[in-house]
T-cell receptor, first 112, second 112 residues
Framework: ELKVEQNPLFLSMQEGKNYTIYCNYS?????LYWYRQDPGKSLESLFV???NGAVKQEGRLMASLDTKARLSTLHITAAVHDLSATYFC????????????WGAGTKLIIKP | DGGITQSPKYLFRKEGQNVTLSCEQN?????MYWYRQDPGQGLRLIYY???????QKGDIAEGYSVSREKKESFPLTVTSAQKNPTAFYLC???????????FGPGTRLTVL
């Protein structure tokens, strides 16, 4: 079964803290995407990871991809309230008949 | 400005009605997609199209229909056969199959 699992699904944290969201997937892929969704809004592309060992950073967010472990991480450094949102990972798996397989999303709440 | 537009932003449907959601893109993307999102949930693929005059069913195509007569346009019809259509509908497009997907602002459909 083609699956993408994110954890945690819900995260409440204080401003200034660091934390990591994990995205595991079930079969081979070297193409993974992270998106952000604000409440009631559409999805915004954050990171595109296209090879093993890829690392991308934007502000306080850093994403990485380990294709051997079938794992991507989204690391938040010194969180600020504006990063509160739901974060989705999506994987273009080799066996997926060209569909993106989506994680369930991680709802992140950052308290002042 | 290049982008994806969806209309209307809000749509109300009576029982037994068919309604059509519009999706237009001027990004010259080949592939287009329709997703459904229920409150607090992730994305589920309804239909996707890789080229004009061709489209494939996603995971939850029952009760929906699409057409792709022009590269720029991919309208979604929610038929009366869809018994629980209240949801947030997102249209997306990408340059080639399964590269980074760009999303429209969404249409929120409510059944009265």
């Amino acid at each position: 079964e083609l699956k993408v699992e994110q954890n945690p699904l819900f995260l409440s944290m204080q401003e200034g803290k660091n934390y990591t969201i994990y995205c595991n997937y079930s079969t081979t892929s070297d193409r993974l995407y992270w998106y952000r969704q604000d409440p009631g809004k559409s999805l915004e592309s954050l990171f595109v990871l296209l090879s093993n060992g890829a690392v991308k950073q934007e502000g306080r967010l850093m994403a990485s991809l380990d294709t051997k472990a079938r794992l991507s991480t989204l690391h938040i450094t010194a969180a600020v309230h504006d990063l509160s949102a739901t974060y989705f990972c999506a994987v273009d798996m080799d066996d997926s008949n060209y569909q993106l397989i989506w994680g369930a999303g991680t709802k992140l709440i950052i308290k002042p | 400005d290049g982008g994806i537009t969806q209309s209307p932003k809000y749509l109300f449907r009576k029982e037994g009605q068919n309604v059509t959601l519009s999706c237009e893109q001027n990004l010259n993307h080949d592939a287009m997609y329709w997703y459904r999102q229920d409150p607090g949930q992730g994305l589920r693929l309804i239909y996707y199209s890789q080229i004009v005059n061709d489209f494939q069913k996603g995971d939850i195509a029952e009760g929906y229909s699409v057409s792709r007569e022009k590269k720029e346009s991919f309208p979604l019809t929610v038929t009366s056969a869809q018994k629980n259509p209240t949801a947030f509908y997102l249209c997306a497009s990408s340059i080639v199959k399964w590269n980074e997907q760009f999303f429209g602002p969404g249409t929120r459909l409510t059944v009265l």
